[in-house]
């Protein structure tokens, strides 16, 4: 079973940046694809943007330009860099594994971690 830990959340100014980091642990397993989603309060889960074991990056119309999303698999771990913040990003970040079909990312059930939490306020 893998668990999969976020970090790297706080609060950050508009305009500012963060980087999140997540770290796969506790399986063998090969991983293919990773994705991260965010889910602000009231607001369903958005898949925020995916990457797979090759590089292949997908990002959501809302982040694309801002977000950068990458990975070493020699650490199993996952990246999210986030640059020019706004308050409209402010939500849990959650990590999944995954795979992706057809250009469409399917997350492994139950893959999520514990989330980190983002906050762009002034």
């Known amino acids: 079973q893998v668990q999969l830990v976020e970090s790297g959340g706080g609060l950050v100014q508009p305009g500012g940046s963060l980087s999140l980091s997540c770290a796969a642990s506790g399986s063998s397993i090969r991983i293919d694809a990773m994705g991260w989603y965010r889910q602000a309060p009231g607001k369903a889960r958005e898949l925020v943007a995916t990457?797979?074991?090759?590089?292949?990056?997908k990002y959501a119309d809302s982040v694309n330009g801002r977000f950068t999303v990458s990975r070493d698999n020699a650490k199993n771990t996952v990246y999210l860099q986030m640059n020019s913040l706004k308050p409209e990003d402010t939500a849990v970040y959650y990590c999944t594994h995954g795979a992706v079909y057809s250009g469409t990312y399917y997350p492994t059930s139950d893959s999520w971690g514990q989330g980190t939490q983002v906050t762009v306020s002034s």
């Open positions: 990457i797979t074991r090759g590089g292949i990056k």
